[in-house]
């Protein structure tokens, strides 16, 4: 059997080890994330949802859980469990991504299972999502913006106004509920087309922006890192027009952002002297280069790396990267198959969180992609 069958068949096991009856956990590991995420749980199903019916009971009841605590006014919760408990609730939001996820997932769902009574009965939830998205483009440019450590990313790195990975997540679910002269819109504006201020693309660099927010005459509040599931989820959902697609890819290769593992976080990592710092990255992982966010492997973010050389129709090239990732996911401390949450960004060594959802789901997805030459959902 090759590594990537092994790996595959290793993933679908791992991620059957985060069912629970309150829905997807996002790990199974030991002093994991014991709770629904939003983006975890719909990540993770993009590959689970690709194994006949073995995840579709869980997937409704993560739709339904997430659904059932919708803010009044319509943002979908970051988290639901106990997870957080030193915040005194069950429920968290402060997110613009977890909204998003969940109507990708609503959708995901009904197709993936030919079952369209969840997105019938969730229509007014969806909906209701959705405009508390749009509520967010206060400056009523067509492209929500959100407001610092609100999203993946969470505490590390700074980044705020129009980002790229809401951008893309956006833009996505513009099309799925079809509206496209809209989705369009967006994807002019983010390569632009339109007000020359609100391009996210950088032509010189080679990648878009990680965010951008106001042009103070000619002096733009901007990121100038490299954002891996940024760029990736412009690519994977058609954001990226193919030119600027080839060349993410190329900078990804030519800085080996995809090695040892594909892939890091951001490119290049953030230091205590740079412009991006700020003093509250001392309270988390991130504090140290090649660690968590901050250029750490992070193998959910590969499965999204061999699904964009897919889209790109790099076929050989998404072979070769899915069995780094298989490499990636087999790594462990104690054993092997731990499918860690994140890997040092220089050593390649794994981290003690093991048995993480997503990084088993988008490898299933990753591996399916490439067995299919095409990119599933998206």
């Not at 509206?179 to 010189?204: H, L, P, T």
């Not at 897919?310 to 070769?320: D, G, H, I, L, P």
Request: net charge positive.
């Amino acid at each position: 059997m090759s590594l990537t069958q092994q790996a595959y068949n290793q993933a679908i096991l791992v991620l059957k080890k985060c069912i629970t009856p309150k829905g997807l956990y996002a790990s199974a590991g030991k002093g994991g994330y014991f709770a629904v995420w939003s983006r975890d749980a719909f990540i993770s199903l993009l590959g689970g949802s690709l194994i006949a019916q073995d995840f579709k009971k869980v997937f409704a009841t993560s739709l339904k859980i997430l659904a059932k605590n919708q803010a009044k006014l319509g943002q979908i919760p970051n988290c639901v469990g106990d997870f957080n408990v030193d915040r005194n609730s069950t429920v968290t939001f402060t997110t613009i991504d977890s909204s998003l996820w969940f109507i990708i997932g609503q959708y995901v769902y009904a197709e993936s299972y030919r079952d369209k009574k969840l997105l019938k009965k969730h229509k007014p939830a969806i909906d209701k999502a959705l405009v508390w998205v749009q509520c967010q483009d206060t400056g009523e440019d067509c492209l929500p913006e959100q407001q610092p450590t609100s999203d993946w990313q969470d505490a590390f790195p700074h980044k705020y106004g129009h980002a790229i990975n809401t951008q893309a997540l956006y833009y996505e679910v513009l099309k799925l509920m079809g509206q496209k002269k809209e989705a369009a819109k967006v994807k002019k504006i983010v390569n632009g087309q339109g007000r020359k201020d609100m391009k996210m693309f950088d032509s010189k660099k080679g990648y878009y922006l990680p965010w951008i927010w106001k042009n103070h005459d000619g002096d733009r509040e901007q990121g100038e890192w490299f954002d891996s599931l940024g760029n990736l989820l412009a690519i994977v959902t058609g954001l990226a027009p193919d030119a600027e697609a080839k060349k993410i890819l190329n900078y990804i290769e030519k800085n080996k952002v995809n090695r040892p593992y594909p892939v890091k976080a951001i490119y290049p990592p953030i230091y205590p002297d740079s412009k991006d710092w700020h003093s509250y990255f001392e309270k988390c992982e991130a504090k140290t280069p090649y660690h968590y966010a901050n250029a750490g492997i992070w193998p959910c973010l590969g499965g999204f790396y061999v699904a964009a050389l897919v889209k790109a129709k790099k076929y050989k090239k998404a072979t070769a990267e899915l069995e780094m990732l298989a490499k990636a996911n087999k790594l462990g401390a104690g054993g092997s198959w731990k499918f860690n949450e994140w890997i040092n960004g220089k050593t390649g060594k794994p981290t003690p969180n093991d048995y993480q959802a997503w990084s088993a789901g988008m490898y299933i997805y990753a591996y399916e992609c490439v067995k299919r030459k095409k990119v599933i959902w998206f």
